[in-house]
Each structure stands twice: as C-alpha cells, then as structure tokens.
C-alpha cells in the first residue's frame, strides 16, 4: 500500500465507492499518482485489479489523448487549489468504446492547509459517444463559457455555431447538468471575481466587475452578496467569519439578469 500524506482512512470510503457502478472513483497525491480508487475505476482502464493503478499516473492508464486532458485538471486542482465541479469529458467503457461522463475533483489538505492531493469522482452518464455526438457540442460550449466569461457572450449565438438552437442547448444542459447555460456563465464570472478580489487586494471592485463581464457595478454587488453573505467589499476586508465560499449554479439561478 502506498504511503497517504494524510490522516484519512480511506479502505471504508472505497467499499462505499465500490458499490456504484457507474461511479469511479479516485484520490491522487500531489504528482498525480493514484493512492486509492474502486473497482469500477479499475474496470475503465481495463484492470482486472485495483491494487495494479496505485502508483500509476492518467498516463499510464489512460490512453494519451484522455490522459493529457486528465492531467492538466488534476495540475489545476493540485497547484492552484481549484474545484472541478460537473465537467462534461469522454472516457472508456470497460469494452474501451468512448462514453460521457460528468467528472468532479476537490483538492485534498492537511492540516496546515497544505495541498498534498486530490480526490474525485467520474459518473458515467450512460452516452456512448458515437451514439450522442451531441454531447461534444455541448461540452464544447460548457468550456467555451468557462474560458470566456469575462466576454459579452451572446448563448443564442454559441448555440448557433455549433449547429444548434438555444431551446436544444438549454434543454441538454438541464438534462446533463440540471442548470442552464446563463447560470453555468454566472457562476463562472463570480468565482472569477472571488479569485481577482483575493489575489489583488489593491484593484477596485469596479475594476474587478468590469473585467469579469459586469456592465452594472451594482448589479455584481448584489449577485456576490446573494451567493457569499458579503459585499465583495467586505469580503476583501474579511468582515465577520467568513467560511469557504462554492459557487452553485443552481443558487444562481434567480440572480441571472
């Protein structure tokens, strides 16, 4: 068994994880080596045994196209503390044809606050790729959207570049991520504002707004508020206690103007 910079017992958690089929599951220390996953993780690669991932990284049991995809997430996660909340992505069925999955990770500290890991989950959608290329387009405006909230995007016209209706864009969302594409853009332009607010404590909040794709400075205030309990002033000021803030995208939904 390989060494865990951490105090967690981890053998439950994987019995848990072991029962769901269409849930892999895995934790991985800081240079991406597995150190804990359950069967259907092992099934994916094509394993008969889970003890043969520990030690491995993505590239050594993924094929390379996935793996450089699954690597660059998991350096987000482990060298700038981000959360990879139900990122649309293709991986393998135990036959190795492609499927969709939503996949979600969560860096792992120790009680320094030191980021020594991650852990995450893959929920297999049950979409085999050939059978759903929709699935691409959607996935492909999801990132467009993540990449891009600082723009004045227009989702009709995203929609229309990948050959599709905003009605049919909206209706996959909900189905795929139980959220809309406008709730998915705001809770990407608040955390991009969360993380401007923390790291440059000079800038205005104006500033901030504007470069996150607010046109209304006092509408942003109001939306930040809504999901944090703070004005984005205070928040910079740490007024009061203030507890780690997720963004949801379903919270968002009534603040989306």
Same mark, same amino acid.
């Given at each position: 068994?390989?060494?865990?910079?951490?105090?967690?017992?981890?053998?439950?958690? %994987?019995?848990?994880?072991?029962?769901?089929?269409?849930?892999?599951?895995?934790?991985? /220390?800081?240079?991406?080596?597995? *150190?804990?996953?359950?069967?259907?993780?092992?099934?994916?690669?094509?394993? #008969?045994?889970?003890?043969?991932?520990?030690?491995?990284?993505?590239? /050594? *049991?993924?094929?390379?196209?996935?793996?450089?995809?699954?690597? &660059?997430?998991?350096?987000?996660?482990? /060298?700038?503390?981000?959360?990879? !909340?139900?990122?649309?992505? @293709?991986?393998?069925?135990?036959?190795?044809?492609?499927?969709?999955?939503?996949?979600?990770?969560?860096?792992?500290?120790? !009680?320094?606050?030191?980021?020594?890991?991650?852990?995450?989950?893959?929920?297999?959608?049950?979409?085999?790729?050939?059978?759903?290329?929709? $699935?691409?387009? *959607? +996935?492909?405006?999801?990132?467009?959207?993540?990449?891009?909230?600082?723009?004045?995007?227009?989702?009709?016209?995203?929609?229309?570049? !990948?050959? @599709?209706? @905003?009605?049919?864009?909206?209706?996959?969302?909900?189905?795929?991520?139980?959220?809309?594409?406008?709730?998915?853009?705001?809770?990407?332009?608040? !955390?991009? &504002?969360?993380?401007?607010?923390? +790291? $440059?404590?000079?800038?205005?909040?104006? /500033?901030?707004? #504007? %470069?996150?794709?607010?046109?209304?400075?006092?509408?942003?205030?109001?939306?930040?508020?809504?999901?944090?309990? $703070?004005?984005?002033?205070?928040?910079?000021?740490?007024?009061?206690?203030?507890?780690? *803030?997720?963004?949801?995208?379903?919270?968002?939904?009534?603040?989306?103007?």
């Amino acid at each position: 068994m390989m060494d865990r910079p951490w105090n967690v017992e981890l053998d439950a958690i %994987e019995k848990l994880f072991d029962a769901m089929t269409e849930v892999a599951f895995f934790v991985k /220390d800081r240079d991406g080596r597995y *150190v804990a996953v359950n069967n259907t993780l092992a099934r994916r690669c094509g394993l #008969r045994n889970k003890s043969d991932i520990l030690g491995k990284t993505v590239m /050594d *049991v993924h094929p390379r196209p996935l793996a450089a995809a699954y690597e &660059a997430q998991d350096r987000q996660v482990i /060298d700038m503390g981000a959360t990879i !909340e139900k990122h649309l992505e @293709l991986h393998l069925y135990p036959n190795r044809r492609r499927g969709w999955c939503l996949t979600h990770k969560a860096p792992l500290r120790n !009680e320094q606050g030191d980021i020594v890991g991650l852990v995450g989950t893959s929920h297999d959608l049950g979409l085999v790729d050939e059978q759903h290329p929709v $699935y691409r387009q *959607v +996935a492909r405006i999801a990132q467009r959207i993540r990449e891009n909230f600082h723009m004045q995007l227009n989702l009709a016209d995203l929609a229309r570049e !990948e050959g @599709l209706s @905003l009605a049919r864009v909206e209706r996959l969302f909900q189905k795929v991520f139980h959220y809309s594409p406008r709730q998915l853009l705001l809770q990407s332009r608040l !955390e991009g &504002a969360l993380a401007l607010i923390e +790291a $440059y404590p000079g800038r205005s909040i104006a /500033d901030i707004a #504007r %470069e996150c794709g607010y046109t209304d400075h006092s509408a942003f205030s109001r939306q930040f508020k809504a999901m944090t309990g $703070y004005t984005p002033s205070q928040f910079r000021t740490g007024s009061g206690a203030r507890p780690p *803030v997720a963004f949801s995208p379903i919270a968002c939904a009534v603040h989306v103007t």
